[in-house]
């Protein structure tokens, strides 16, 4: 008796041993990092960043969810690319970038422009958004129409946007007398309240942007439009999303590009744009 009761015990531990080993191994398969999901069909994972501002490109709603322009274009592509599955994760500014770098993250969705610097280093995908740069300024102002009027002026900035570029570079090359750039992290109602007092002289601003923050915030101010020399200064007219160019990168652009084209022609672009941006900002079809 005592025989069988040992025996027993020791197939028990036997099969709970295998067990552990078993879930040991699938738990290790399903968590691999080629991006790779075996417990959902080979799926291939993307990380998505995002700063979560300027809104309505990028913020979080009263649900404490992830929303704008950019995060619902995202999620309309990867809707028509069934092989993927994403994970949108909001994060600081700059660490978008060392995300990308790192292969951290494969795509920064942030009303992203375009400039030579970071085309040397990411993929850009085509165009999401087509911008029209305007110069906000106080309703009464009369003495700014355009990028030389800013010399001398104040402007509050964040670091490594194109406005910013753009102005750093009209500074060095151009400017008789530099604009006065005040570097910046604070939310941007609270950059244009300050151009409204007169604490700053202007902004560099989408025209889409400023008018829904006019709305929203009922700010008195108006939108000069910039000459397409001055537009010229800060870059192709356009907003793109950003890759990162590791792993999988190629086909992964290749795949996103595909669904930009189908839903610029489908109108699902146009009607996220009516709704985020109260205009129809959707690129061309290439």
Same mark, same amino acid.
């Given at each position: 008796m005592k025989t069988w009761r040992k025996l027993g015990l020791g197939l028990t531990a036997a099969v709970l041993l295998a067990g552990v080993v078993a879930c040991g191994n699938d738990t290790k398969e399903s968590g691999s990092a080629t991006g790779k999901d075996s417990s959902n069909n080979d799926k291939i994972t993307v990380n998505i960043a995002t700063g979560g501002a300027p809104k309505p490109f990028s913020y979080v709603n009263d649900k404490n969810e992830i929303d704008g322009y950019d995060i619902? *274009?995202?999620?309309?592509?990867?809707?028509?690319?069934?092989?993927?599955?994403?994970?949108?994760?909001?994060?600081?500014?700059?660490?978008?970038?060392?995300?990308?770098?790192?292969?951290?993250?494969?795509?920064?969705?942030?009303?992203?422009?375009?400039?030579?610097?970071?085309?040397?280093?990411?993929?850009?995908?085509?165009?999401?958004?087509?911008?029209?740069? =305007?110069?906000? =300024?106080?309703?009464?102002?009369?003495?700014?129409?355009?990028?030389?009027?800013?010399?001398?002026?104040?402007?509050? =900035?964040?670091?490594? *946007?194109?406005?910013? *570029?753009?102005?750093?570079?009209?500074?060095?090359?151009?400017?008789? /007398?530099?604009?006065?750039?005040?570097?910046?992290?604070?939310?941007? =109602? /609270?950059?244009?309240?300050? *151009?409204?007092?007169?604490?700053?002289?202007?902004?560099?601003?989408?025209?889409?942007?400023?008018?829904?923050?006019?709305?929203?915030?009922?700010?008195?101010?108006?939108?000069?439009?910039?000459s397409q020399e001055d537009t010229d200064r800060i870059g192709v007219p356009y907003s793109y999303l950003i890759l990162s160019k590791g792993g999988n990168s190629d086909q992964l652009l290749k795949d996103v590009n595909g669904q930009i084209q189908e839903l610029i022609k489908d109108g699902t672009i146009s009607k996220l744009s009516e709704q985020y941006l109260n205009g129809d900002f959707a690129p061309e079809i290439q």
């Open positions: 619902q *274009v995202v999620k309309a592509i990867f809707e028509g690319l069934p092989g993927y599955e994403i994970n949108i994760e909001k994060t600081e500014f700059p660490s978008i970038f060392a995300g990308l770098d790192s292969d951290r993250y494969q795509i920064g969705a942030n009303n992203f422009a375009s400039n030579p610097e970071r085309r040397e280093k990411y993929n850009y995908s085509d165009p999401i958004f087509k911008n029209q740069f =305007v110069i906000a =300024v106080k309703e009464d102002r009369e003495d700014i129409k355009s990028f030389a009027d800013l010399e001398g002026k104040t402007t509050e =900035v964040s670091p490594s *946007v194109n406005y910013t *570029v753009a102005l750093e570079k009209y500074n060095k090359e151009s400017a008789k /007398t530099p604009v006065e750039l005040k570097y910046s992290d604070a939310e941007l =109602v /609270t950059i244009l309240q300050n *151009v409204e007092s007169g604490a700053d002289d202007f902004n560099l601003i989408d025209a889409a942007m400023l008018q829904l923050y006019i709305k929203e915030y009922g700010l008195k101010l108006k939108a000069i439009p910039l």
